[in-house]
């Protein structure tokens, strides 16, 4: 069995390993191309001296002028870097030589290059490059960034601890609180998994309760679908669907519905809890009418007239064995389509047995319409307030 640790020091152990295999390859890489940098500047610098000052000695020793050729060594070891510049002769005799003594220790580059006067070689030129200074300069960089390095990794292990130690404590109080063993699981993660195990396993049933579904279908019924397929194309049809289907998902993910199929010219879906309620019924009347004014405003978006007629029928159905569930849904299935065949373009029927129009007039206006049926009116002002901001959200959503 493997070992396990707390979250207090895996995620710190994590994010410094991290940080170390980052440094050490990040470092490898910056000081290989320091080195190489290094290498070019002090090639590049050494062959540019040696060039300007292979142009300054060529006429002076042609002249044999002693002086210009020394003034012109004095000048260039003005540079710190350059430890020493001599000229020689075609018989390789020390013609002019400057020379200064470092005040640290030196690591000596030396460069010659021929002196040519008119195709006949004149003498040569000796430079002596520190290349320490040039390195120098390019390791502070590394250096810098090795400091900066040390600081972030310090850093991000020292906020990941205090996280992690805050984090541990609270899945621990968590933990604690649920019911179960109390068995020594250092890793936190793992003692919750095992408090939790027993309470997942008994929602594993499909989901379903011990007790019924108050369950509200509502069915939206496109009266003119026949209309529609002779006047648009196939792929106009087929957008209009689509964008009918994601307007429906997305305001069903706003009040907890769940679509179901239905037969052709239908939209079906469902609202359900576990209990009876005047809430519940209000909760499917503003599912119902938002879903309503978005499809109004697709339809005018499209420039596609559509009329739909809105059914709501609610019954108590049993949540097993599912059989007999899927049974009543159907049954609502037939009373949403027969109740739909009666209503005019537009219109929001509702059936209710439990309650009469006087007890839903605390949650909706209704008219009556026949024996236990209803036609949505309106809402409170309040609460049509509300669902025109949902519309709007919506609407951003899906238009």
């Known amino acids: 069995m493997h070992r396990q640790y707390s979250m207090a020091n895996k995620l710190p152990a994590i994010v410094l390993s991290a940080c170390l295999i980052f440094g050490l390859f990040s470092w490898v890489v910056l000081y290989s191309h320091a080195t190489s940098v290094s290498s070019e500047t002090l090639q590049e ?29 004095q000048k260039v070891t003005e540079d710190p870097s350059i430890i020493s510049a001599s000229v020689e002769g075609v018989d390789g005799q020390l013609v002019a030589q400057s020379k200064k003594m470092p005040l640290e220790r030196v690591v000596a580059n030396d460069i010659s290059r021929n002196i040519v006067f008119q195709d006949t070689l004149a003498g040569k030129v000796i430079l002596t490059v520190n290349s320490r200074p040039i390195t120098k300069r390019f390791n502070q960089v590394v250096i810098n960034w090795l400091l900066l390095w040390v600081l972030f990794t310090a850093a991000c292990t020292y906020i990941t601890f205090r996280f992690a130690e805050q984090f541990s404590r609270r899945i621990r109080l968590l933990t604690k609180r649920l019911p179960g063993g109390s ?29 019924n579904y108050y369950c509200s279908l509502v069915t939206a019924t496109i009266k003119n679908r026949q209309r529609l397929d002779s006047q648009l194309n196939r792929q106009n049809m087929t957008l209009l669907l689509e964008k009918i289907d994601y307007c429906t998902l997305r305001t069903l993910e706003l009040y907890g519905g769940k679509r179901i199929e239905g037969s052709s010219g239908c939209i079906n879906f469902y609202i359900r809890s576990t209990q ?31 009329e739909i007629v809105w059914t709501l029928c609610s019954e108590n159905l049993p949540a097993a064995p599912l059989f007999e569930y899927h049974e009543g849904l159907d049954k609502l299935k037939g009373q949403t389509s027969e109740f739909a065949e009666q209503l005019q373009e537009g219109a929001i029927g509702m059936q209710s047995k439990q309650y009469d129009i006087e007890q839903l007039s605390s949650i909706a206006r209704f ?8 036609v949505l009116q309106g809402f409170t002002e309040g609460r049509q307030l509300l669902l025109e901001k949902q519309i709007q959200h919506l609407a951003g959503i899906c238009l």
Not at 51 to 67: G, H, K, W, Y
Not at 367 to 374: A, G, N, R, W
């Open 367 to 374: 008219l009556p319409f026949s024996e236990d049926c209803f």
């Open 276 to 306: 009876l309620s005047k809430q519940h019924l209000l909760v499917c009347l503003m599912a119902v009418y938002s879903l309503q004014q978005l499809l109004k405003q697709l339809s005018e978006q499209l420039g596609i007239d559509l």
């Open 45 to 73: 610098k050494g062959e540019l001296t040696i060039s300007q000052l292979v142009e300054l000695v060529r006429a002076p020793l042609f002249n044999n002028d002693t002086i210009s050729i020394q003034v012109a060594l």
């Open 183 to 211: 068995d020594n699981i250092i890793d936190e993660i793992s003692a919750l998994e095992t408090r939790l195990q027993p309470l997942l396993a008994k929602g594993n049933d499909e989901g379903l309760p011990e007790t």
